[in-house]
Each structure stands twice: as structure tokens, then as C-alpha cells.
């Protein structure tokens, strides 16, 4: 008889924990999706909050790994990049194949000035995950930037604009590649397309005035520096 009583206080204890834990699951289940919504709509501080709370109540490493990244993205967001970049690496640590893991960190380490470090995960990335445009922008612009491989960049660019047609930044910043191996007629005909995407954009007036000015076209570069002003009006990013 003690032993079936006995038993059945363990059977019970077990219970209790059980649900004890079951409904922390539960409650860090939905401070997770409120941290979501909040960071959809760009209320990055109540999204961190929550994120906070979700990761009291997370107890599976996938789980966390995602409550961590998307807290990361909304450090990120917020310009606090050494927490993004705590938040992103210990979600790698506990998962490596989240592809907006590395992105996020790659922005964070191009932001802090570690542009190095910021490739070998835009790497990763498309790795994981060969159809997300802003990894190929990014990649691309880091190495034209860095005049690593203008070549490669092009390449990038090229797979950027396939991802994301509607990508006015990828555009602008093949044609300045273009530009910098002087293949005029293909520079200018990107940077067309990304006035026809985004028309305020100035530093695409900018981009193509100077290919102007070094063709002797001193009108045209004249008149691309005006519509860049009037643009930057309208447009100050």
C-alpha cells in the first residue's frame, strides 16, 4: 500500500510540473506573437519586451532560436547593434541554419563598421537561402564598395534584381558597378530602371550625372544634379 501511495505522489508531482510547465510554454507562445506583431508594425521596444518574456518561458533550443533572432532584428532596427549582434549569435549557436540569423548579423557588423566579418555571412546566407534579394544587394555592394571583385558584385546585382524586380537599390547600385568598369550604355540603362522604380531616389540622379560628366555631356550631368536636388527635397535619405 505505501508503495502504490508513493507512487502516486510522484505520479502527481509529475502531473503538476507538467502543467506548470505546460502553461509557461503556453504563455511564452504568446508573448512570442505579440513580440512578432509589434515587430511587423515597428514598435521595436514593445517587441523586445515581449521577446524578453518569451524567452523566460522558451525551453526548446529551435524555439529560442527564433524568439532570439527576431528580438536581434528589432535591436537591430532600433541601431543598438552589439545587443543585435548577442541576440544573432547566440540563435546561430542554437540553430545555424536560420538564414535571417546571419543576415541580420551581417548588417550589424557592416553597421559597426566590421565590413569583413560581415561577408562570410552574406555567404551563408545565400547558402541557406539563394532567393533572398537583400542578401545579394549587400554582398554585392560590400565588394564593389571594398573594390574587391566588381565582376562578382555585377553577379550579385544581377540575382538581386531576378529575386526582387521591384528592387529600385539594386538597379542603382549595378549600374554604378557597371559604371565603374565603364560599360556606359549597360550603367545607364540600369539606372534608368531605377528611376522608373523609384523616381525620388536622388543618388541615382547623382550616379548617372557623373557617368555624363565623364562622357563630356555637360548638360545632361547639369540637368541629372539639378533633378538630384530637387529630389533630395522630397527624398532626404
Not at 119 to 125: G, I, T
Given at each position: 500500500l505505501s508503495l502504490i501511495l508513493g507512487l502516486l505522489v510522484v505520479l502527481w508531482c509529475l502531473v503538476f510540473v507538467a502543467v506548470v510547465y505546460f502553461g509557461r510554454f503556453l504563455q511564452g507562445v504568446g508573448d512570442a506573437s505579440r513580440g512578432?506583431?509589434?515587430?511587423?508594425?515597428?514598435?521595436?521596444?514593445?517587441?523586445?519586451?515581449?521577446?524578453?518574456?518569451?524567452?523566460?518561458?522558451?525551453?526548446f533550443p529551435q524555439q529560442r532560436a527564433i524568439e532570439l533572432m527576431n528580438q536581434g532584428w528589432a535591436y537591430r532596427n532600433k541601431r543598438k547593434f552589439d545587443a543585435a549582434i548577442r541576440d544573432f549569435d547566440e540563435a546561430i549557436r542554437l540553430n545555424s541554419?536560420?538564414?535571417?540569423?546571419?543576415?541580420?548579423?551581417?548588417?550589424?557588423?557592416?553597421?559597426?563598421?566590421?565590413?569583413?566579418?560581415?561577408?562570410?555571412?552574406?555567404?551563408?546566407?545565400?547558402?541557406?537561402?539563394?532567393?533572398?534579394a537583400s542578401a545579394h544587394l549587400a554582398r554585392g555592394t560590400l565588394m564593389l564598395n571594398q573594390k574587391k571583385n566588381v565582376q562578382a558584385a555585377i553577379a550579385d546585382f544581377d540575382e538581386a534584381v531576378r529575386c526582387d524586380p521591384q528592387s529600385a537599390n539594386a538597379f542603382l547600385q549595378r549600374g554604378i558597378a557597371y559604371a565603374a568598369i565603364n560599360d556606359t550604355e549597360?550603367?545607364?540603362?540600369?539606372?534608368?530602371?531605377?528611376?522608373?522604380?523609384?523616381?525620388?531616389?536622388?543618388?541615382?540622379?547623382?550616379a548617372r550625372s557623373e557617368i555624363y560628366r565623364r562622357k563630356g555631356d555637360s548638360e545632361r550631368a547639369r540637368q541629372d544634379l539639378e533633378l538630384a536636388s530637387i529630389a533630395g527635397l522630397t527624398n532626404p535619405a
Open positions: 512578432f506583431a509589434h515587430l511587423q508594425s515597428s514598435d521595436y521596444d514593445a517587441a523586445i519586451a515581449d521577446y524578453d518574456k518569451a524567452l523566460t518561458n522558451s525551453f541554419n536560420l538564414a535571417y540569423a546571419y543576415l541580420g548579423r551581417a548588417q550589424a557588423l557592416k553597421e559597426t563598421g566590421d565590413s569583413e566579418k560581415a561577408l562570410p555571412d552574406l555567404d551563408r546566407v545565400i547558402r541557406l537561402d539563394p532567393s533572398i549597360r550603367a545607364l540603362a540600369s539606372l534608368e530602371a531605377a528611376i522608373a522604380l523609384d523616381p525620388a531616389n536622388r543618388n541615382v540622379y547623382k
